[in-house]
């Protein structure tokens, strides 16, 4: 080939090429500098690959995990707790699922909590809980499940230590 083509063929429009490529189905040798490279027209794929474990089979038919093995696999994660951030780290994990982890899993949360000495974190356990339920009745049954507990580690409910007048802006209706 010569020179001249070879600078034709540099000089020419990449969107005239791209397209050219799209339109037909086989491979079509394209120049990148002097190293010639393969172009197929399945490049530019519109649909999204699915990915295969070991075996073969597809990411969807992966087993999922019941409430129960759920509930023992975070009692284990909380009760090797050695830090702050790993226990904040598994209590974003437990609330990130779309359900209500277990009272057994919040004892175990509570107890890593007291483990290394994160007071803010037990309180907010229980504000985690209550965003999580899906109305109060099953706040205050969660609540009472874990009151002799909550008396046993010394944590409050933010309810208790902030009264609902305090922080809905009424204070000048107490003082009257």
Do not use: W
Request: some cysteine; charged content about 25%.
């Amino acid at each position: 080939m010569s020179s001249i083509s070879l600078l034709r063929l540099a000089t020419r429009k990449p969107a005239s090429s791209v397209t050219r490529i799209a339109q037909t189905s086989r491979r079509l040798p394209v120049l990148v500098g002097a190293l010639p490279v393969i172009v197929t027209s399945s490049t530019f794929s519109t649909s999204a690959r699915r990915l295969a474990d070991k075996d073969g089979q597809e990411a969807a038919d992966h087993h999922e995990e019941s409430f129960e093995e759920f509930t023992a696999r975070y009692e284990k994660e909380f009760e090797s707790v050695q830090d702050v951030f790993e226990l904040q780290r598994n209590l974003n994990n437990a609330f990130a699922y779309d359900l209500v982890p277990s009272p057994s899993v919040i004892k175990a949360a509570l107890y890593a909590a007291r483990r290394v000495n994160d007071y803010p974190t037990a309180v907010r356990i229980f504000e985690g809980i209550k965003a999580k339920v899906e109305n109060k009745g099953q706040y205050d049954e969660y609540c009472r499940d874990l009151q002799s507990l909550r008396e046993e580690l010394g944590v409050n409910l933010k309810e208790d230590l902030y009264p609902e007048q305090l922080y809905s802006g009424s204070i000048n209706a107490q003082n009257s």
